[in-house]
Nanobody
Framework: QVQLAESGGGLVQAGGSLSLSCAAS????????MSWYRQAPGKQRDLVAR???????NYADSVKGRFTISRDNVKNMVYLQMNSLKPEDTAVYYC???????????WGQGTQVTVSS
């Protein structure tokens, strides 16, 4: 089992920045890809960015050039630096971890990000 705990959400004006953190605990060695997802009210949960243990990254088109995902495998942390935030970035942001050698998938409790115009 893996437990994920996000932090760092909040309220920011458009054009501002926020940094999210996700701490992983439990069966850390089983974790492969880690990702950030977001879900706005009334919408589906969408992938924002993902990173492999080897730091290969992928981003949703809507955040490319503005968001940066990073990972510290020693501290068991994954981060999301969000710059040039827009009102449409407003959502609950969730940390996600996939087992590297099994079907397990884990979610954090989510952290609210609100961008005012």
């Amino acid at each position: 089992q893996v437990q994920l705990a996000e932090s760092g959400g909040g309220l920011v004006q458009a054009g501002g920045s926020l940094s999210l953190s996700c701490a992983a605990s439990g069966s850390i060695s089983s974790i492969g890809v880690m990702s950030w997802y977001r879900q706005a009210p009334g919408k589906q949960r969408d992938l924002v960015a993902r990173i492999t243990r080897g730091a290969i990254t992928n981003y949703a088109d809507s955040v490319k050039g503005r968001f940066t995902i990073s990972r510290d495998n020693v501290k068991n942390m994954v981060y999301l630096q969000m710059n040039s935030l827009k009102p449409e970035d407003t959502a609950v942001y969730y940390c996600n971890a996939l087992e590297s050698m099994g079907p397990g998938q884990y979610w954090g409790q989510g952290t609210q990000v609100t961008v005012s115009s």
